[in-house]
C-alpha cells in the first residue's frame, strides 16, 4: 500500500532562515510520481513540483530545492531565505499511474510559520 | 486561463437533507478527481472521473455518495441524508490525462473548494 508520511507536524523559523521540509514515503510500484503542493491560508492547493521515479536529479527553483533519494525513500523540499510569504501548510503525495488514475496520496501535511 | 472552479464555496445543510456539489475543471483536461479535507483525515481521494467514466470509486466512503461527469466537463458531487461527519471541504482536481508507456502522471489542478457544514 501507498504511504507518506511528514514526520513535522509544525516548523517555526524566522525570515530568511533555510528550512527542510522531510517526506518519506512507501511503495511497491517501480513507476511512482512525486509531488509537493502548498496550502495557503486562502485554502488553495497550489501545485509545486512533480516528479518521477526514474529522475532522481535534484531540482532548483529560485528559493526552492528538492532532493529526492530513491535509496532512503524520500523527497525533501528546501526553502532557501524563507520569507513571511512562505507560511502554509505543506503537503507531500504519491501517486502511482495506472489505468485506473493516478489518485494522490498525501501526507498529513507540515504548517511552516515563517515569522518577521 | 481560468482554472478549477467550484460552487458552492460554502454549504451549510441541516443533518439529514442532500446537497449537490459543483466542479468545472479547466478545458482540456480528461482527467477530473474528488477529494475531501478535514481535520481528522487529512486529504483523502474520493473519485477519479476519465471522461464521463469513473474508473475508481474506491474512495467514496459510503453509498450515500455518488457523483457524475457530463460532456467531459462538469461534475457534480451529491451526498445523500448528510450526516455530520460529512462535515469537510470537498476539494476537485483536474489534469490531462496520463500517456505513453510507462504511463506519464501529470500535476492536478486544484479549485478552492467548497466547505460543507453539516448541522
Known amino acids: 500500500a501507498q504511504k507518506v508520511t511528514q514526520a513535522q507536524t509544525e516548523i517555526s523559523v524566522v525570515e530568511k532562515e533555510d528550512v527542510t521540509l522531510d517526506c518519506v514515503y512507501e511503495?511497491?510500484?517501480?513507476?511512482?510520481?512525486l509531488f509537493w503542493y502548498k496550502q495557503p491560508p486562502s485554502g488553495e492547493l497550489v501545485f509545486l513540483i512533480r516528479?518521477?521515479?526514474?529522475?532522481?536529479q535534484n531540482e532548483i527553483s529560485g528559493r526552492y530545492s528538492w532532493n529526492f533519494q530513491k535509496s532512503t525513500s524520500s523527497f525533501n523540499f528546501t526553502i532557501t531565505a524563507s520569507q513571511v510569504v512562505d507560511s502554509a501548510v505543506y503537503f507531500c503525495?504519491?501517486?502511482?499511474?495506472?489505468?485506473?488514475?493516478?489518485?494522490?496520496?498525501f501526507g498529513a501535511g507540515t504548517i511552516l510559520r515563517v515569522k518577521s | 486561463g481560468a482554472g478549477v472552479s467550484q460552487s458552492p464555496s460554502n454549504k451549510v445543510t441541516e443533518k439529514g437533507k442532500d446537497v449537490e456539489l459543483r466542479c468545472d475543471p479547466i478545458s482540456g483536461h480528461t482527467a477530473l478527481y474528488w477529494y475531501r479535507q478535514s481535520l481528522g483525515q487529512g486529504l483523502e481521494f474520493l473519485i477519479y472521473?476519465?471522461?464521463?467514466?469513473?474508473?475508481?470509486k474506491s474512495g467514496l466512503p459510503s453509498d450515500r455518495f455518488s457523483a457524475e461527469r457530463t460532456g467531459g466537463s462538469v461534475s457534480t458531487l451529491t451526498i445523500q441524508r448528510t450526516q455530520q461527519e460529512d462535515s469537510a471541504v470537498y476539494l476537485c482536481?483536474?489534469?490531462?490525462?496520463?500517456?505513453?508507456?510507462?504511463?506519464?502522471?501529470?500535476?492536478?489542478?486544484f479549485g478552492p473548494g467548497t466547505r460543507l457544514t453539516v448541522t
Open positions: 516528479r518521477n521515479s526514474f529522475d532522481e
Open positions: 503525495a504519491l501517486s502511482e499511474a495506472g489505468e485506473y488514475g493516478n489518485k494522490l496520496v
Open positions: 511503495t511497491r510500484d517501480t513507476t511512482y510520481y
Open positions: 472521473f476519465q471522461g464521463n467514466s469513473a474508473p475508481d
Open positions: 482536481a483536474s489534469s490531462l490525462q496520463m500517456v505513453g508507456y510507462p504511463l506519464v502522471t501529470y500535476e492536478q489542478y
